[in-house]
């Protein structure tokens, strides 16, 4: 059902036009909402009215009038005065709330389609149907941008944010999942248009950290060419979530197409994971790495293996570097100088950050 | 108004990469400071991290003398304005700057004051009834700002905000924001990687690299004075030249010796070196573009000269870019635009002694400067 609020906006925007004071009432005669000086017309009154065939009555100093949603009465219409300039600006705040009621009802079934189809609950022939009922292109090409809220409390809307800039005119649409997410299906020129989803993707992180204050990071799927392929754009865009929050989590936009290695750990079974774990280190493993031991061997393998560099980037000598990494040697058996060492232990740990989060999601 | 205070700040994700290392700085009321450096090297997750949008891993962030770590960005009393700011196509420029507190409930004379103070300090009064599409780019940049504006904060935090528009505009809303600090008179911490901008900007500039704070210092101090070679690399447009040369002591005078000359020091630099121990030690002499000439006037009383074959001749109007190799390193002279030289003919530079800079070749650290 439509916002009493939103009803009550357009009455008084239509009061400070016409100077016509309106009141919406239930079919039970329940006040829905007023301009400020309207008097409520007598519940026993209005249900006696909506009981009535004719669509609208003068009754003293008022006009009474239907509005209806699919042929039905939902709601009694009052204005106060008894001109005919009264009764013409009635009937323009009927016919106001009758569309913002379609409209309204026609946004929840597009949300409602767009949970469906990405949630793989309907048939090819309903997707067919309901996007030709609501007006929604079949063949466009489109992706399927995640949006997930990490603030841990928030007053605020992500969607109401979004709202504004991607719209349904621009064949846009926002849907939320749960509480925490916001899902964007984004319509893009050509299926090559990745440059246009991590614009917009962009616009969504620094538009909800700038206006809405909240944390959020992004992620998007590939781009499909119709509506019956989106719910694989949005698995993709779920996928490239989980995987950027294990492997990359200093990004704020991960594109499924650019998951790297973390990629492939991610479709690794725990089991294996573990008996690679085992193979590596064998009993001794690193479980928790202490800060420097770790900041010096990611600060080695960013500077390509390069003990000068490292040690400068470090501020430490150099003979302290060695002793570190020989340090590290001794306990897990790899020397991180060589490339096949390195190699290893670069995804052993990737492996036991993902075994980690595996961890923590079933505790 | 507030003051800042970044105290031993760590930002370490989870996966074991430290993006910032262990990050001090005091900010005082109405400074507008900058946090320059390539990419990935912390500035913007520093900032983030002041914003609230970033847990910081370690260490103490006070605005006002208050800990801020855990209070939540809306309750921190900053704005930001970043990178990708969009405008609301359908909403008219005072609703675009209306909206955020419409959707906070804030009471409506109140934003209406806040957004016409926002439009005068912005000078956007004239165009509040306009939709984003009829505003040129830099007006669309204002609006952007404006939205920041009508928060009323105590802190502007902005990331790379001019970093989407072209060169020209850029160099407009540069002195449109500098206007702004004038105008609010608030503190604003700004990101860029541009130096230009920083150098013309800032009050006190953090250059950063790898997520340490290499230097923080006043913009002139910054050129004149840097204080390792990143720096003295980073600041300077063309970028200073850098020479591996030997350093001579012979009692209290110091030169260093490239390819067969000597170039004289002055008693401070020559104490320095003396000091340092570097006598027959290889070290980086620094010459920025400007303090080399081949203009003759300057040729006739110097004291060391150099031949060079110039490779490539750039005119820039105002100024010419000789680029040449010296003892095999590639160098730049900004000279003035009645030089002779052309590509393939042969120069005599000399150089401006007081200004040459010297690193040690191990630390990169400043000896002299």
Redesign the interface.
């Known amino acids: 059902m439509i916002s009493a609020q939103i009803v009550k906006n357009c009455l008084e925007e239509l009061t400070s036009i016409s100077k016509v004071e309106f009141c919406v009432q239930d079919t039970n005669g329940a006040l829905y909402a007023r301009t400020s000086n309207a008097e409520i017309t007598d519940p026993g009154m209005i249900s006696n009215f909506c009981r009535q065939a004719v669509d609208s009555q003068i009754i003293g100093d008022r006009y009474i009038l239907k509005v209806r949603e699919d042929e039905e009465v939902t709601f009694a219409l009052t204005a106060i005065g008894s001109s005919d300039y009264t009764l013409m600006v009635a009937r323009i705040a009927v016919s106001e709330i009758q569309n913002l009621m379609h409209a309204y009802k026609e946004k929840y079934d597009r949300n409602n389609f767009f949970q469906n189809l990405l949630l793989d609950n309907l048939l090819l022939v309903d997707i067919h149907n309901r996007a030709k009922k609501l007006h929604i292109i079949f063949t466009v090409p489109r992706a399927v941008v995640l949006i997930e809220i990490e603030?841990?409390?928030s007053d605020?809307?992500a969607e109401?944010?979004l709202s504004?800039?991607f719209?349904a005119h621009n064949g846009d649409y926002l849907t939320e999942v749960d509480e925490n997410s916001v899902i964007l299906i984004k319509a893009v020129d050509t299926t090559e248009s990745y440059d246009q989803i991590q614009?917009a993707a962009?616009?969504c992180?620094?538009?909800l950290?700038?206006?809405?204050?909240?944390?959020v990071r992004v992620s998007y799927g590939t781009i499909v060419d119709d509506l019956k392929n989106l719910s694989k754009s949005y698995k993709e865009a779920k996928m490239a979530m989980d995987v950027g929050r294990?492997?990359?989590?200093?990004r704020k936009v991960i594109s499924y197409n650019e998951l790297g290695i973390g990629r492939l750990i991610y479709q690794l079974p725990s089991n294996l994971c573990r008996v690679f774990i085992k193979e590596v280190f064998g009993d001794n493993i690193p479980d928790n790495?202490d800060?420097e031991t770790?900041?010096t061997?990611?600060t080695f393998f960013d500077n390509n293996l390069n003990v000068s560099e490292t040690s400068?980037?470090l501020f430490i000598h150099r003979n302290t570097l060695v002793y570190r990494i020989e340090k590290l040697q001794k306990s897990t058996g790899l020397d991180i100088r060589n490339f096949e060492d390195a190699l290893t232990f670069k995804i052993a740990?990737?492996v036991m950050?993902y075994l980690?989060y595996l961890d923590q999601k079933d505790y | 108004m507030a003051s800042l205070s970044l105290e031993h700040i760590y930002k370490?994700?989870?996966?074991?990469?430290?993006?910032v290392k262990d990050f001090n700085l005091d900010i005082k009321d109405k400074e507008f400071i900058i946090f320059v450096g390539p990419s990935g090297c912390g500035k913007s997750?520093t900032l983030?991290m002041i914003?609230?949008?970033?847990d910081i891993s370690s260490g103490t962030l006070k605005i006002d003398g208050k800990v801020m770590n855990d209070v939540?960005?809306?309750d921190r009393d900053i704005?930001?304005?970043?990178?990708?700011?969009?405008l609301?196509?359908?909403?008219t420029v005072y609703d675009n700057m209306a909206?955020?507190l419409k959707?906070?409930k804030v009471p409506k004379d109140e934003i209406d004051k806040a957004v016409r103070n926002a439009a005068k300090i912005l000078d956007l009064t004239q165009l509040l009834d306009r939709k984003p599409k009829a505003l040129s780019g830099g007006q669309r940049q204002r609006v952007a700002m404006g939205?920041?504006i009508v928060r009323n904060p105590k802190v502007f935090l902005m990331d790379e905000p001019l970093s989407n528009l072209d060169a020209k505009l850029r160099v407009q809303m540069r002195s449109e924001i500098a206007k702004l600090h004038q105008r609010l008179g608030t503190t604003i911490i700004y990101v860029t990687h541009d130096q230009t901008e920083a150098m013309t900007l800032g009050t006190r500039i953090v250059v950063m690299k790898?997520g340490v704070v290499q230097q923080v210092d006043t913009p002139q101090h910054l050129y004149d004075k840097p204080c390792n070679l990143f720096v003295a690399g980073f600041m300077g447009s063309p970028q200073m030249n850098f020479l591996d040369v030997t350093c001579q002591i012979e009692g209290d005078k110091a030169c260093l010796v490239l390819d067969g000359k000597k170039i004289p020091l002055n008693a401070e630099k020559s104490k320095a070196l003396k000091d340092g121990g570097y006598n027959g030690k290889t070290v980086v002499m620094g010459i920025r573009p400007e303090h080399m000439t081949d203009h003759p006037d300057r040729i006739k009383g110097a004291e060391v000269l150099f031949d060079a074959k110039i490779n490539v001749y750039e005119l820039l109007g105002a100024e010419v870019f000789l680029y040449f190799d010296l003892a095999g390193t590639p160098m730049t002279a900004r000279v003035d635009p009645s030089t002779t030289a052309r590509p393939g003919s042969d120069v005599q530079f000399a150089m401006d002694l007081d200004k040459i800079h010297v690193f040690d070749k191990e630390?990169?650290k400043t000896i002299c400067n």
């Open positions: 603030s841990e409390e605020t809307n109401d944010f504004g800039i719209t614009q962009q616009v992180v620094d538009m950290n700038t206006e809405a204050m909240l944390n294990i492997f990359y989590a200093d790495l800060n770790l900041t061997i990611n400068r980037k740990l990737m950050n980690k | 370490k994700y989870p996966n074991g990469f430290e993006a997750t983030r914003a609230g949008l970033e939540e960005p809306k704005a930001m304005v970043f990178q990708n700011y969009a609301y196509p359908h909403m909206f955020g959707l906070r939205r920041a790898d630390t990169e």
